[in-house]
Protein backbone atom coordinates (compact mmCIF):
# COMPACT_ATOMS: atom_id res chain seq x y z
CA UNK A 1 0.00 0.00 0.00
CA UNK A 2 1.02 3.66 -0.61
CA UNK A 3 3.06 4.77 2.10
CA UNK A 4 2.81 8.76 3.86
CA UNK A 5 3.23 11.36 1.54
CA UNK A 6 4.24 14.35 1.89
CA UNK A 7 4.37 17.49 -0.50
CA UNK A 8 6.31 19.46 -1.23
CA UNK A 9 9.28 17.89 -1.09
CA UNK A 10 11.86 21.12 -1.30
CA UNK A 11 10.93 24.52 -0.50
CA UNK A 12 12.72 27.71 0.01
CA UNK A 13 10.83 30.96 1.43
CA UNK A 14 11.82 34.35 2.49
CA UNK A 15 11.73 35.50 5.98
CA UNK A 16 8.24 37.14 7.30
CA UNK A 17 6.35 34.53 4.44
CA UNK A 18 3.83 31.89 5.24
CA UNK A 19 4.31 28.41 4.40
CA UNK A 20 1.62 25.40 4.33
CA UNK A 21 3.15 21.43 4.32
CA UNK A 22 1.28 18.46 3.56
CA UNK A 23 0.32 15.25 4.71
CA UNK A 24 -1.00 12.16 3.31
CA UNK A 25 -1.26 9.56 5.32
CA UNK A 26 -1.27 5.38 4.86
CA UNK A 27 -4.85 4.61 4.29
CA UNK A 28 -6.99 4.15 7.28
CA UNK A 29 -4.38 5.68 9.57
CA UNK A 30 -6.33 8.14 11.90
CA UNK A 31 -3.06 9.63 13.93
CA UNK A 32 -0.90 12.09 12.13
CA UNK A 33 1.71 13.72 14.13
CA UNK A 34 4.42 16.35 12.77
CA UNK A 35 7.94 16.44 13.67
CA UNK A 36 10.58 19.13 13.24
CA UNK A 37 14.71 18.22 12.64
CA UNK A 38 17.44 20.27 12.54
CA UNK A 39 21.23 19.71 13.31
CA UNK A 40 20.86 21.72 16.67
CA UNK A 41 18.20 20.57 18.56
CA UNK A 42 17.13 17.24 16.40
CA UNK A 43 14.09 15.96 16.40
CA UNK A 44 11.20 17.59 18.30
CA UNK A 45 7.56 16.77 18.54
CA UNK A 46 5.05 19.71 16.92
CA UNK A 47 1.87 18.16 17.30
CA UNK A 48 -0.96 15.57 17.09
CA UNK A 49 -3.67 15.08 15.12
CA UNK A 50 -6.11 12.18 15.37
CA UNK A 51 -9.82 11.83 13.87
CA UNK A 52 -9.75 15.55 12.80
CA UNK A 53 -8.93 16.83 16.58
CA UNK A 54 -5.43 17.65 18.05
CA UNK A 55 -4.40 15.65 20.29
CA UNK A 56 -1.21 16.55 21.50
CA UNK A 57 0.96 20.07 20.87
CA UNK A 58 4.61 20.67 21.32
CA UNK A 59 6.52 23.46 22.67
CA UNK A 60 6.19 25.40 20.04
CA UNK A 61 5.26 28.94 19.45
CA UNK A 62 2.00 29.85 17.99
CA UNK A 63 3.04 30.61 14.37
CA UNK A 64 3.21 26.68 13.76
CA UNK A 65 -0.42 25.21 13.25
CA UNK A 66 -2.29 22.61 11.86
CA UNK A 67 -5.24 20.60 11.03
CA UNK A 68 -6.41 17.51 10.05
CA UNK A 69 -9.11 16.82 7.50
CA UNK A 70 -11.80 14.55 7.56
CA UNK A 71 -9.75 11.70 5.42
CA UNK A 72 -6.92 12.25 7.81
CA UNK A 73 -4.66 14.23 5.53
CA UNK A 74 -3.12 17.34 7.65
CA UNK A 75 -1.78 20.12 6.90
CA UNK A 76 0.75 22.32 8.79
CA UNK A 77 1.28 26.26 8.42
CA UNK A 78 4.20 28.41 9.69
CA UNK A 79 3.35 31.65 9.47
CA UNK A 80 5.98 34.90 9.52
CA UNK A 81 8.79 32.63 8.71
CA UNK A 82 12.37 33.08 10.80
CA UNK A 83 15.55 31.70 9.69
CA UNK A 84 15.49 29.76 12.51
CA UNK A 85 12.30 27.70 10.69
CA UNK A 86 14.64 26.22 8.51
CA UNK A 87 14.31 22.37 9.17
CA UNK A 88 13.60 19.15 7.96
CA UNK A 89 10.00 18.78 8.26
CA UNK A 90 8.28 15.10 8.48
CA UNK A 91 4.70 13.40 9.10
CA UNK A 92 4.32 10.17 10.60
CA UNK A 93 0.95 8.18 10.39
CA UNK A 94 -0.24 5.09 12.34
CA UNK A 95 -3.69 3.68 13.79
CA UNK A 96 -3.20 4.96 16.76
CA UNK A 97 0.21 6.27 17.58
CA UNK A 98 0.16 5.08 21.46
CA UNK A 99 -0.12 1.07 20.82
CA UNK A 100 1.38 0.95 16.64
CA UNK A 101 4.06 1.43 14.28
CA UNK A 102 4.34 4.58 12.97
CA UNK A 103 5.20 5.34 9.53
CA UNK A 104 7.37 8.55 8.66
CA UNK A 105 7.25 10.46 5.02
CA UNK A 106 10.35 11.47 3.43
CA UNK A 107 9.86 15.05 4.72
CA UNK A 108 9.79 18.42 3.57
CA UNK A 109 12.91 20.32 3.30
CA UNK A 110 12.16 24.23 4.49
CA UNK A 111 14.79 26.70 3.82
CA UNK A 112 13.88 30.32 5.05
CA UNK A 113 16.34 32.72 3.56
CA UNK B 1 19.94 16.38 31.45
CA UNK B 2 18.09 15.07 28.18
CA UNK B 3 15.21 12.79 28.60
CA UNK B 4 16.72 10.13 26.10
CA UNK B 5 20.01 9.82 26.02
CA UNK B 6 22.10 7.47 23.61
CA UNK B 7 25.21 6.26 23.23
CA UNK B 8 27.72 6.12 21.48
CA UNK B 9 27.03 9.29 19.13
CA UNK B 10 29.47 7.66 16.56
CA UNK B 11 30.30 4.30 15.60
CA UNK B 12 32.59 3.01 12.84
CA UNK B 13 32.47 -0.94 12.07
CA UNK B 14 34.08 -3.26 9.46
CA UNK B 15 31.61 -5.30 7.84
CA UNK B 16 30.89 -8.35 9.68
CA UNK B 17 30.99 -6.84 13.18
CA UNK B 18 28.40 -6.98 16.11
CA UNK B 19 27.64 -3.59 16.66
CA UNK B 20 25.60 -2.52 19.73
CA UNK B 21 23.80 0.84 20.71
CA UNK B 22 22.65 1.93 23.94
CA UNK B 23 19.40 3.81 24.58
CA UNK B 24 18.72 5.20 28.37
CA UNK B 25 15.49 7.37 29.51
CA UNK B 26 14.18 9.05 32.36
CA UNK B 27 10.40 9.25 31.96
CA UNK B 28 7.59 6.67 31.96
CA UNK B 29 6.63 5.59 28.87
CA UNK B 30 4.47 2.98 27.04
CA UNK B 31 6.98 2.07 24.19
CA UNK B 32 9.91 3.09 22.94
CA UNK B 33 11.04 3.02 19.36
CA UNK B 34 14.22 2.04 17.36
CA UNK B 35 14.28 4.08 14.23
CA UNK B 36 16.62 4.18 10.92
CA UNK B 37 17.33 7.61 8.56
CA UNK B 38 19.93 7.22 6.17
CA UNK B 39 21.13 10.64 4.10
CA UNK B 40 18.01 12.29 2.41
CA UNK B 41 16.01 12.32 5.64
CA UNK B 42 13.90 9.02 5.25
CA UNK B 43 12.82 7.54 8.80
CA UNK B 44 11.74 3.95 8.69
CA UNK B 45 10.28 2.14 12.46
CA UNK B 46 12.73 -0.79 13.12
CA UNK B 47 11.00 -1.91 16.32
CA UNK B 48 8.27 -0.66 18.49
CA UNK B 49 9.11 -2.37 22.31
CA UNK B 50 6.96 -2.25 25.43
CA UNK B 51 8.86 -4.95 27.28
CA UNK B 52 11.27 -8.13 26.46
CA UNK B 53 12.85 -8.59 23.39
CA UNK B 54 12.26 -8.61 19.15
CA UNK B 55 14.41 -9.70 16.01
CA UNK B 56 13.90 -8.98 13.04
CA UNK B 57 16.68 -10.42 10.63
CA UNK B 58 19.92 -9.21 11.57
CA UNK B 59 18.30 -6.53 14.09
CA UNK B 60 18.07 -7.48 18.22
CA UNK B 61 15.83 -4.58 20.07
CA UNK B 62 15.95 -5.41 23.94
CA UNK B 63 14.41 -3.31 26.66
CA UNK B 64 14.59 -3.35 30.47
CA UNK B 65 11.37 -1.23 31.81
CA UNK B 66 12.95 -1.25 35.67
CA UNK B 67 16.59 -0.06 34.43
CA UNK B 68 14.71 2.17 31.68
CA UNK B 69 17.21 1.31 29.15
CA UNK B 70 17.47 -0.27 25.61
CA UNK B 71 19.74 -1.68 23.17
CA UNK B 72 19.80 -2.11 19.56
CA UNK B 73 21.95 -4.69 17.94
CA UNK B 74 23.17 -5.67 14.35
CA UNK B 75 24.61 -8.68 14.35
CA UNK B 76 27.31 -9.36 11.20
CA UNK B 77 27.18 -5.65 9.86
CA UNK B 78 26.80 -4.53 6.70
CA UNK B 79 27.58 -1.50 4.43
CA UNK B 80 24.06 -0.72 4.00
CA UNK B 81 23.67 -0.72 7.66
CA UNK B 82 25.16 2.98 7.62
CA UNK B 83 22.60 5.14 8.87
CA UNK B 84 21.71 7.18 11.87
CA UNK B 85 19.93 4.97 14.34
CA UNK B 86 17.06 7.36 16.69
CA UNK B 87 16.14 5.58 19.78
CA UNK B 88 12.33 7.19 20.73
CA UNK B 89 10.28 7.12 23.75
CA UNK B 90 6.62 7.91 23.94
CA UNK B 91 5.45 8.99 26.63
CA UNK B 92 2.19 8.59 25.80
CA UNK B 93 1.32 12.46 24.90
CA UNK B 94 4.50 12.68 22.39
CA UNK B 95 7.55 10.87 21.44
CA UNK B 96 10.94 12.16 22.59
CA UNK B 97 13.68 11.44 20.90
CA UNK B 98 17.33 11.01 21.08
CA UNK B 99 20.10 12.63 19.61
CA UNK B 100 20.60 9.64 17.58
CA UNK B 101 23.76 7.51 16.76
CA UNK B 102 25.66 8.17 13.45
CA UNK B 103 26.92 4.28 12.48
CA UNK B 104 29.64 3.94 9.32
CA UNK B 105 29.65 0.50 8.39
CA UNK B 106 33.36 -0.14 5.88
CA UNK B 107 33.75 -3.30 3.34
Known amino acids: KAGVTQTPRYLIKTRGQQVTLSCSPI?????VSWYQQTPGQGLQFLFE???????NKGNFPGRFSGRQFSNSRSEMNVSTLELGDSALYLC????????????FGEGSWLTVV | KNEVEQSPQNLTAQEGEFITINCSYS?????LHWLQQHPGGGIVSLFM???GKKKHGRLIATINIQEKHSSLHITASHPRDSAVYIC?????????FGTGTRLQVFP
Open chain 1, 92 to 103: ASSRDRVRDTIY
Open chain 1, 27 to 31: SGHRS
Open chain 1, 49 to 55: YFSETQR
Open chain 2, 27 to 31: VGISA
Open chain 2, 49 to 51: LSS
Open chain 2, 88 to 96: AVDNTDKLI
